[in-house]
C-alpha cells in the first residue's frame, strides 16, 4: 500500500529565510503525482505545487521549489524568502491512477518575523 | 483557479439527526468527487469516492449506510451523515477532480460538524 511520511511535525522560519520540509512515500507504481498542499488557519486546501513522477525536472512555482528524488522516494519543499502568509499546515500527497489522494500527517510551519 | 464550494460551513446538531453538505463545483464540471474527514490537528482521511451518475466506492471502515453519498449532477455531491452521534463530529472537506485542467483536484472550504 501506498504510504506518505512527513516527519516533521513542526518547523520554524525567520522571516526572509528558507527552509525545506520533509516528504517520503512509498510506492510500486512508476507512474504517479505528487502534491504540497497548504492549509491555513482557515481550513483551506490551497496547492502548492505538483511535480509528475516522469518528469525529471524539479518542480517550481515563485518561491515555492521541491527536490524531488524518485529513486530514493522523497519530495522536498523548498520555501524561500519566507513570508509571514506562509505560515500554515502544509501537507504532502500523493496520488496515482485511482486519482484518490493519500496525505501525509502534515508539517506545521512558524515563520518568525 | 476552479473553485469548489460547501454548505454549510458549519453545521451544530443534536445526537439522533441527519446531516447533510452540499459539495459544489462552480466553474468547472467534475465526475468524480472525494470526501474526506479530518480530526483536530490530524491529515485528510480519504472517506469515499463519489462519481456522478453510479455509486459512491468507500474506503475500508467507513460505513456507507451512515455516510450516504449522492452525485446527481456534474456540479454537486452530497454527503448525508444519517443518524449522527458526538464521535461523528469533524471536519469534512470535499474535493472535485477537473478533468480540464491539468488534472487537478480542487478542494472545498471544508464543513465543520458538531453533534450535541
Known amino acids: 500500500a501506498q504510504t506518505v511520511t512527513q516527519s516533521q511535525p513542526e518547523m520554524s522560519v525567520q522571516e526572509a529565510e528558507t527552509v525545506t520540509l520533509s516528504c517520503t512515500y512509498d510506492?510500486?507504481?512508476?507512474?504517479?503525482?505528487l502534491f504540497w498542499y497548504k492549509q491555513p488557519p482557515s481550513r483551506q486546501m490551497i496547492l502548492v505545487i505538483r511535480?509528475?513522477?516522469?518528469?525529471?525536472q524539479n518542480a517550481t512555482e515563485n518561491r515555492f521549489s521541491v527536490n524531488f528524488q524518485k529513486a530514493a522516494k522523497s519530495f522536498s519543499l523548498k520555501i524561500s524568502d519566507s513570508q509571514l502568509g506562509d505560515a500554515a499546515m502544509y501537507f504532502c500527497?500523493?496520488?496515482?491512477?485511482?486519482?484518490?489522494?493519500?496525505f501525509g500527517t502534515g508539517t506545521r510551519l512558524k515563520v518568525l518575523a | 483557479g476552479a473553485v469548489v464550494s460547501q454548505h454549510p460551513s458549519w453545521v451544530i446538531c443534536k445526537s439522533g439527526t441527519s446531516v447533510k453538505i452540499e459539495c459544489r463545483s462552480l466553474d468547472f464540471q467534475a465526475t468524480t468527487m472525494f470526501w474526506y474527514r479530518q480530526f483536530p490537528k490530524q491529515s485528510l482521511m480519504l472517506m469515499a469516492t463519489s462519481n456522478e451518475g453510479s455509486k459512491a466506492t468507500y474506503e475500508q471502515g467507513v460505513e456507507k449506510d451512515k455516510f450516504l453519498i449522492n452525485h446527481a449532477s456534474l456540479t454537486l455531491s452530497t454527503l448525508t451523515v444519517t443518524s449522527a452521534h458526538p464521535e461523528d463530529s469533524s471536519f469534512y472537506i470535499c474535493?472535485?477532480?477537473?478533468?480540464?485542467?491539468?488534472?487537478?483536484?480542487?478542494f472545498g472550504p471544508g464543513t465543520r460538524l458538531t453533534v450535541l
Open positions: 474535493s472535485a477532480r477537473d478533468l480540464q485542467g491539468a488534472d487537478t483536484q480542487y
Open positions: 510506492t510500486s507504481e512508476s507512474d504517479y503525482y
Open positions: 500527497a500523493y496520488r496515482a491512477g485511482t486519482y484518490k489522494y493519500i
Open positions: 511535480q509528475e513522477a516522469y518528469k525529471q
